[in-house]
């Protein structure tokens, strides 16, 4: 069976996450999810990239979770969830996945 794909992992964790905490009410329960996620691909990029990538991805990731608040005041929740969730996906995808072995 072939590995899962950091950028799933990453944009569905994002989006996963918010799904979680609004339909439970629970935001700490949201931000395990999010937690599992990110740790996840933290590792898996370390593995494959090295230091440098997962920590600019892991960062990625953390900016698009504490950016996607002031960003959905503007644009609204979902929107700015999956945009932060695509740029997560889509930088995962270009700076770890598509160089795997």
């Excluded at 590792?43 to 698009?64: C, I």
Aim: proline fraction near 5%; aromatic fraction near 8%.
């Amino acid at each position: 069976m072939a590995k899962i794909p950091t950028s799933t992992v990453a944009g569905s964790s994002l989006i996963g996450g918010y799904v979680v905490a609004r339909v439970t009410k629970v935001r700490p329960l949201g931000g395990a999810v999010l937690a599992v996620g990110g740790l996840w691909c933290a590792r898996r990029w370390w593995r494959q990239s090295g230091p440098v990538t997962a920590l600019l991805l892991t960062a990625l990731y953390l900016a698009g979770f504490g950016g996607s608040h002031p960003l959905a005041k503007r644009i609204g929740a979902w929107p700015s969830v999956l945009s932060v969730a695509s740029l997560s996906g889509l930088a995962s995808w270009v700076f770890s996945d598509r160089h795997r072995r």
